[in-house]
């Protein structure tokens, strides 16, 4: 599995970036949000019951992490027709403003290192990738694991605060000071 200090894979994507069909694709490269911090949350499939959990609790956020320069990309190996149909029927993710990648070809997941052995989906990953392309942070859950959206965006204050942070530090607190 890729770690922090490596560099995140090249891909291109099929992203549903609107539950209106007439404009919902959208093709998306690493090199689509240049300059941005990304953050890539994983799922392992779409109609299921802890992802839309996640996705609409990372949208919730989406102002705060677009108020950071970084934007959230969500990713499962369905196609992009399965999110469509799942953002188009489903109450709570016909709102969500984020990206939707689809990897159907399982190449990117396999590339990051988060496909599940026995499963062939993709794990509960998240990666916050800097505006080079390095991963910055990864985390991964078990698949019956939700992760806490609101932890990726203080991992995040931490990130580009270039600072030593302590334990639970929040973006406005003091951090270490050494010397």
Known sequence: MLTVGDIFPEYKLTAVVSADPKD???DVTQDSFKGKWKIYMWWPKDFTFVCPTEIVGYDKLNKQFADRDAVL??????SEYVHLAWRTHHADMNK???PMLSDIKRELATATGILHKDAGVALRATFIVDPE???RHVQVNDLSVGRSPEEALRILDAL???ELCPCNWHKGEPTIQVG
């Not at 990309?73 to 369905?78: H, I, K, R, V």
């Open 24 to 26: 919902a694709f959208k």
């Open 73 to 78: 990309l969500g990713l499962s190996t369905d």
């Open 96 to 98: 969500i403003s984020m």
């Open 133 to 135: 392309n390095v991963i």
């Open 160 to 162: 580009q605060s270039d």
